[in-house]
């Protein structure tokens, strides 16, 4: 090994710390990742079962040009790993029995569903979508890979000028109202906010960029399901030199001098140069002895924390017609919804929930003739989660989807995975159960989110759903190239001193 090169140790391996390590492997530095779990991929795990594929975590993919901006920087290209297919309808969003919007994936055809919900919806849309493209492409150019390390980086006249233009200061409940009155149009709109895993009344205007990236730019489905980027991520990273060693969860990081020497996994103590953390933030925090913690449990206390989820893995032993690949069902209220999952936690009095029904899409996904069902009820993180309360929710969702389907699947049903709070603790030491990381609020934005770089021992590291960009996959492949960047100054200014 040159001077240059450095032992880095990676924990943890979803898309942030696949993304990480292949920086870092790249700039020749010797890698190790260590993933507790049995399958890396991290959220992204894969469940077979009975001749089910469930893809246990995303199913929704959504700005392509990250990932082609991803694999391009390895002269790699998506394809190189996984097909895509463009779902059209890209998803349907069921409002009763007999309402529905399928949302088809020509931009054309959206605006004449517009026109058709409201008058001028066409009009109103171009001049929505117009600001929500500058929106886009200011954030990628300006915002989304800056470390946000200090509110310098944003001090910029110009800056100050865009925070305006990109509608920081408003929430997205506020913005969107501005443009639309019909009210299944605010809430076609709304819903790709619950992705930043927060409600429009707490997430900035800002957020409109997301109806660009879903109308606009397609929802696409890797074929094979999510776990084909985790493979083709992980083909990458071996290919760039990276060790996985799977099932063995890290316990500590020592620290000797104010800097992390080793760690202590369940099968041995191995010494680094540096080390990332992409498990959950919270609970890699609490793999330091308490003098060299960024942030006290009081801080993670008051974060506002995207919602975790009660799921259910579904295998069905006959084809349902209605059923498209993405199926959304707000036949209730998103506001109380929202209100039972920020305001006042608990679980949800008439709850919204979403159907995926991958096998539409992918033949190998589900033996011929069954479907795989993934249903997914949002959740407040930190609530109390047993056996008879998903049972209870399992009965009101089927007697729900039974309605609005007008089909018999409970008495079909061969195989059934629930997964809920205590899972997300316990397959990811996810603090609170949360699913997808901190909401995305004005508050808990950029600067503004925990770190990614620990201040008190320099060689140390974060990336991840709960730093910065924020939480989805796409955000967690920027988050890891952001900290390899950092990584890489930090050696540069470490080896410039010896
Ligand atoms: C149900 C669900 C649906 C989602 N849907 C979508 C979607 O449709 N589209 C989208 O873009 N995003 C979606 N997301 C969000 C997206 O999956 C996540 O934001 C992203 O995968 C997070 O990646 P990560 O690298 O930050 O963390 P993780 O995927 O959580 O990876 C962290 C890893 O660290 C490991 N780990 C934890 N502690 C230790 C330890 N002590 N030692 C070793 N390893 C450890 C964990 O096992 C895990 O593998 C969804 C998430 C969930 C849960």
Redesign the pocket.
């Known amino acids: 090994m040159t001077q240059k090169q450095k032992n880095i140790a990676v924990?943890?391996?979803?898309?942030?710390?696949?993304?990480c390590a292949s920086f870092l492997a790249r700039e020749g530095h010797t890698v190790t990742v260590?993933?507790?779990?049995s399958?890396?991929?991290?959220?992204?795990?894969v469940l077979r079962e009975k001749g089910y594929v469930f893809d246990?975590?995303?199913?929704?993919?959504?700005?392509p040009e990250v990932f082609e901006r991803y694999f391009g920087q390895f002269n790699k290209k998506p394809s190189d790993y996984y097909l895509l297919t463009q779902l059209d309808p890209a998803f349907t969003m069921k409002f009763s029995e007999k309402e529905e919007f399928l949302i088809p994936a020509s931009v054309r055809e959206i605006y004449e569903l517009f026109d058709r919900e409201e008058e001028n919806g066409a009009e109103k849309l171009k001049k929505f979508m117009k600001e929500a493209e500058t929106k886009y492409e200011l954030s990628f150019k300006n915002f989304i890979y800056k470390p946000s390390l200090s509110i310098l980086e944003f001090s910029k006249p110009k800056y100050f000028q865009q925070a305006i233009k990109l509608d920081l200061f408003n929430t997205f409940h506020k913005h969107i109202r501005k443009f639309f009155k019909s009210k299944r149009l605010i809430q076609l709109m709304e819903f790709p906010i619950l992705?930043l895993g927060g409600s429009p009344k707490n997430i900035p205007g800002l957020y409109s960029l997301m109806n660009f990236s879903a109308l606009h730019q397609g929802t696409w489905y890797p074929n094979g399901g999510?776990t084909k980027i985790v493979y083709g991520m992980q083909s990458l990273a071996t290919e760039l030199g990276v060790e996985f060693r799977v099932e063995?969860?890290?316990?500590k990081i020592q620290v000797t001098n104010r800097k992390a020497t080793a760690i202590h996994?369940s099968k041995g103590e191995y010494s680094f140069d540096v080390v990332v953390c992409?498990?959950?933030y919270a609970?890699?925090e609490t793999?330091l002895d308490e003098a060299y913690r960024n942030y006290s449990p009081k801080y993670w206390d008051k974060k506002v924390f995207s919602p975790s989820?009660l799921?259910f893995y579904l295998g069905v032993n006959k084809t349902i017609n209605s059923f498209q690949h993405h199926n959304l069902y707000f036949d209730e209220s998103l506001d109380l919804h929202s209100d039972e999952i920020y305001k006042h936690p608990k679980w949800p009095g008439k709850p919204l929930f979403y159907v995926c029904c991958p096998s539409k899409t992918d033949p190998g996904v589900a033996p011929k003739g069954h479907e795989n069902l993934f249903v997914?009820m949002p959740l407040a993180a930190g609530l109390e989660d047993t056996e008879e309360l998903r049972e209870r929710y399992f009965g009101l969702l089927m007697e729900r989807l039974e309605k609005l389907t007008g089909e018999e699947i409970r008495s079909h049903i061969d195989y059934k995975k629930s997964?809920c709070l205590n899972d997300?603790k316990a397959?990811?030491?996810?603090f609170k159960g949360n699913?997808?990381?901190l909401a995305n609020t004005l508050s808990q934005t950029a600067f503004l989110k925990p770190s990614l770089v620990n201040k008190k021992v320099k060689n140390l590291f974060y990336?991840?759903?709960?730093t910065v960009p924020g939480?989805?996959?796409?955000?967690?492949l920027i988050?890891?190239e952001i900290v390899s960047k950092q990584i890489k100054k930090y050696l540069n200014k470490y080896e410039s001193k010896i």
């Open positions: 924990i943890g391996s979803g898309f942030s710390g696949l993304a260590f993933e507790k779990n399958q890396i991929g991290g959220r992204a795990r246990m975590g995303p199913s929704w993919y959504w700005m992705f999510f063995e969860p890290v316990h996994t992409s498990s959950d609970h890699s793999l989820c799921i997914l997964y997300f397959d990811y030491n996810s699913a997808y990381g990336t991840g759903q709960l939480p989805g996959v796409p955000p967690a988050s890891g």
